[in-house]
């Protein structure tokens, strides 16, 4: 159930103004703004709508103290109200999950019997082939980190500041939260409000940068 509210800012503006914090105050998200920050992360896009994403919510100070330590002991894994250790379970392509897929599109109405037998025949081959990753681990993390991509900028529309962090121990974490083999860790993602001037904008690099023209390497330019 989508919690009805009205996000503070609109998505311009959000992105624009999200910044990495690195400090954060005590104050709590009310749980109808994380309810929001959750649900509409996981809106993200996922390929044939796999949702390989999964997310521990450690709220409680113990464990984010416990956090903290194999997180290279990063303050803004201590004081943020909410730390969500985001991860990418490799077991996406077993036969369960792409039947509660398929489950889930019927639910919605969009399931017919011809895509249903594709799926069943060609998530199987992908994931035989996989033309375009390396590791089925490059692949959930692809998944994953769109959905944190996702939060970062739904938190800051209702006023939510966060931090993506790739600083941490993946074992250490693993271990400390029972995290199955078969699943990742891709980041931590810090959520609550920012205890610190508004922090500098970085910069970004120009547009003919990082955009190229029909093929790599050929100067772009919007005309
Ligand atoms: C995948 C990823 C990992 C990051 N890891 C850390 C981290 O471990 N600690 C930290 O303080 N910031 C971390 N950052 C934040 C970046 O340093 C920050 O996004 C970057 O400097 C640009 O600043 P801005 O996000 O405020 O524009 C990470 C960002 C990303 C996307």
Not at 105 to 112: D, I, K, L, S, V
Not at 137 to 145: F, L, P, S, V
Not at 179 to 184: F, G, L, R
Request: charged share 20%; net charge negative; glycine share 6%.
């Amino acid at each position: 159930m989508f919690v009805e509210m009205q996000p503070y800012v609109g998505l311009v503006e959000a992105i624009k103004q999200r910044r990495a914090a690195r400090s954060f105050k005590s104050d709590v998200i009310p749980p109808a703004i994380l309810q929001e920050i959750l649900e509409l992360g996981i809106q993200a896009p996922s390929g044939f709508n796999l949702q390989p994403w999964r997310f521990i919510v450690v709220k409680e100070q113990k464990n984010k103290d416990k956090l903290q330590e194999c997180a290279f002991n990063q303050r803004q894994v201590g004081e943020a109200p909410v730390v969500l250790i985001c991860c990418g379970d490799r077991r996406a392509d077993n036969v369960d999950n792409i039947d509660a897929v398929i489950h889930l599109g019927e639910e919605n109405g969009m399931m017919t019997d011809n895509f249903a037998n594709y799926m069943r025949s060609s998530i199987p081959e992908f994931f035989t082939n996989h033309p375009n990753f390396a590791s089925m681990e490059t692949w959930t993390n692809r998944h994953t980190m769109l959905a944190v991509a996702y939060m970062m900028i739904v938190a800051k529309s209702f006023g939510v500041d966060s931090c993506p962090m790739e600083g941490f121990v993946s074992n250490q974490v693993k271990e400390a939260f029972q995290i199955p083999k078969e699943v990742d860790v891709c980041c931590l993602l810090a959520l609550g409000y920012a205890d610190e001037p508004a922090k500098q904008y970085g910069g970004r690099f120009p547009l003919d940068q990082v955009y190229f023209n029909e093929s790599y390497g050929e100067p772009f330019g919007l005309s």
